[in-house]
């Protein structure tokens, strides 16, 4: 045993250059899956919701970062990655201003008020989902939504 060749070091393990599109990207693609089967599951309004999410999220980025006077970071994917998961947590039946609204709120104040990427005290996604319930929980809070009665 003391003449083995196996270093045990901390994670994480993978060897490479891997930055941030690269990352996000396939954090999307792992979430394809989910979105497809929410839409199969919840029909159009699933997708109203997933597309809804991406434009408040990616609009959102971009509005404040150019107001700020920032580099525009639309291209790190993690935009796109917030408003795919806040669609995923909402009901399928919130409207999609709610949405979108929800985006707004993840970026703008959750995310880049505090400085960006990396620098956000609460997940993004998940805090714009508690401001949807917190300002419209009639329509944001409501129980299970049963597939088949969905579409």
Known sequence: ????????????????????????????IALLPACLAGV???????????????????????????MSKKPVT??????????????????PHVPAWIV????????GIVKLLFGGLGYNV???ALAGRAFATAAWSALAATGYIWPASAQ
Do not use: Q
């Open 40 to 66: 199969y599951f919840f029909g159009g309004k699933a997708l109203i919701s997933l597309v809804a999410g991406v434009a408040g999220c990616v609009g959102a980025e971009f509005v404040f970062e150019r």
């Open 122 to 124: 609460f997940n993004p």
């Open 1 to 28: 045993m003391a003449d083995s060749k196996l270093i045990v070091t901390p994670a994480p393990h993978i060897r490479g250059n891997i930055d941030t599109p690269s990352l996000m990207r396939d954090v999307v």
């Open 74 to 91: 639309i291209g790190d994917w993690s935009a796109v990655v917030t408003g795919l998961l806040i669609a995923m947590v909402l009901p």
């Open 100 to 107: 979108v609204l929800s985006g707004v709120f993840a970026i």
